[in-house]
């Protein structure tokens, strides 16, 4: 990067000029989001294949928590949800860092 700044000289340019560099140079902040206001959106948001999408919705299941609050054998009882939408869904949620939710054991849980 390259910054060329024009000054009279005077003191009070180079202070701006200066202040004008720190901040562009600073580290931009980075938002982390709490796992709490991600389960408040809607399952939209995660960016889904248009087909898990609509098996999703057409179950009732409209917000990451209710997501969260289903079981893999859960989604396998949806009809036409296969093995293909549950990798989706799960790779969806633990790139947020979240989850399903546990079963009592099983296979398909």
């Known amino acids: 990067m390259r910054i060329v700044i024009e000054t009279t000289g005077e003191l009070a340019d180079l202070a701006r000029a200066r202040n004008a560099i720190d901040a562009m140079l600073a580290p931009r902040a ?8 991600i389960k408040a959106r ?15 919705a057409q179950s009732e299941v409209l917000s990451v928590a ?14 036409n949800f296969g093995r293909g ?5 799960t790779a969806a949620l633990a790139a947020r860092g979240l989850c399903l939710a546990s079963g009592t054991g099983g296979r398909d849980e």
């Open 30 to 37: 980075v938002r982390v989001e709490s796992p709490e206001s």
């Open 42 to 56: 809607g399952v939209s948001t995660l960016a889904l294949s248009p087909r898990t999408f609509n098996l999703l």
């Open 66 to 79: 209710d997501l969260c609050r289903r079981t893999r054998a859960d989604l396998l009882r949806i009809p």
């Open 85 to 89: 939408a549950l990798n989706e869904v």
